[in-house]
DNA sequence: CTGGATCCACACAGATACTG
DNA sequence: CAGTATCTGTGTGGATCCAG
């Protein structure tokens, strides 16, 4: 947002002075999954200038998207959070995020993915199944990189880390090999990824079949 | 898109690296419209730079998003059209320009609306109705500005310009007064609009609330 | 007239260093 | 930890000019 506008009366225009500038989409990405502090959001977008950062978070913050909040004593800490207006961008970041999916090609040298926009890539993916099929619950490794989601119905959680103990019974654990390409394009298959079973479950390739059905791209 | 790179494995990052540069969009929302040539384009984006335009429209060619076409003579045309997955971003388009509409204030100086703007503000805010109100048809004046629109179902086409003869039967003309701000945010009322019937039908306030009940935010 | 290209000034992004 | 300060380069805005 900056003191240029594009002379229009019209919601996308509006929208693009609000977060059209770079890096600003990526914050409320990363925003998206949770609150985080300065530190935890430069970590997660290692190549943002901190200056950019940090007249992106003000310009968040004055156009009424972000809060700026100290944590009580003793921590003490500075916490970013998205307002519900901010909130609202869900589909917004989750529709761009579909879209931008299918021209991943291989991961690039210098490229990076974190858990964060793992997490947003698996939920912009999510196909409610039809009926029937329970309570699922995964575990998504790649790499260093583990996030856990449960879904049932419409209800669809993705959180990054592993589950918190005692993991769900039933739990299916996916890793993704060799490449990211296929959990966040759904062209998932058992040459790609393998799903092992934990907690008192053995995982098959049907476990794969159903993850690939309701995690997939349109 | 610039030599600029995210450097994220992230559909968000590939998306705002393909179209996250000032004005991508904006081209992109008048192309979802139709097919477009150079000279349509500056009238619909007055505030555009010539070479920005130029720039642009290079740069989505490139990406695969655009393709330009001179036509046979002997018109000689040129026209930008979208490719399948330029089109593909109307999903996006129509989530940002519902979140942005919220913001929409009162119309600011030196802000104009333009017929393609709100042809793509009308489809963002569609909602089908729930049955049996059978064909509807509405033509959209503020000012010069005219669009028309027909919905059923599932099915909705929203074209600028007014109906071309012979105008449907039952058509309802509406008007906005004083301001466009209710047909973008959906809170559209007697006071502020008006209905009236043209082609064998006597508009109604029940027709005008019909109208803000299938095109309204959320 | 359409469909741009060229030029310049400047604001903003990128990179790095520094600070309360 | 959470930024600020500074410098540099590039992208953008704005105006003008040009070829078919």
Redo the contacts between chains.
């Keep these: 947002m900056t003191t240029k506008?594009?002379?229009?009366?019209?919601?996308?225009?509006?929208?693009?002075e609000?977060v059209?500038e770079?890096?600003a989409?990526?914050i409320v990405?990363d925003l998206l999954v949770g609150p985080k502090r300065y530190t935890d959001l430069r970590a997660g977008?290692?190549?943002i200038p901190t200056n950019v950062l940090a007249t992106r978070l003000k310009e968040l913050e004055s156009a009424g998207l972000v809060e700026r909040r100290v944590q009580p004593r003793p921590s003490g800490a500075v916490v970013y959070e998205l307002t519900p207006?901010g909130l609202?961008?869900e589909?917004?970041?989750l529709?761009?995020?579909?879209?931008?999916?299918?021209?991943?090609g291989e991961?690039?040298p210098?490229?990076?993915?974190?858990p964060d926009?793992l997490v947003?890539?698996l939920r912009?993916t999510y196909h409610p199944p039809k009926r029937g099929t329970g309570k699922l619950a995964y575990e998504l490794r790649f790499g260093d990189i583990v996030i856990h989601a449960t879904c049932s119905g419409q209800t669809l959680t993705v959180e990054p880390g592993p589950f918190p103990e005692p993991a769900p019974s039933g739990m299916v654990v996916v890793e993704a090999m060799a490449s990211?390409t296929p959990l966040?394009t759904g062209a998932i298959d058992g040459a790609k990824a393998r799903a092992s079973g934990i907690v008192g479950k053995q995982a098959s390739a049907a476990d794969l079949d159903l993850f690939a059905t309701v995690f997939r791209i349109e």
Tied chains: 1, 2.
Excluded: F, H, N
């Excluded at 506008?5 to 693009?16: K, S, W």
């Excluded at 210098?110 to 974190?114: D, K, S, V």
């Design positions: 506008t594009y002379g229009q009366y019209c919601g996308v225009a509006r929208a693009l609000l059209g770079r890096w989409l990526l990405r977008l290692p190549k207006y609202d961008l589909s917004v970041v529709a761009l995020g579909r879209w931008g999916a299918r021209s991943l991961l690039r210098g490229e990076i993915a974190t926009s947003m890539a912009s990211l966040l």
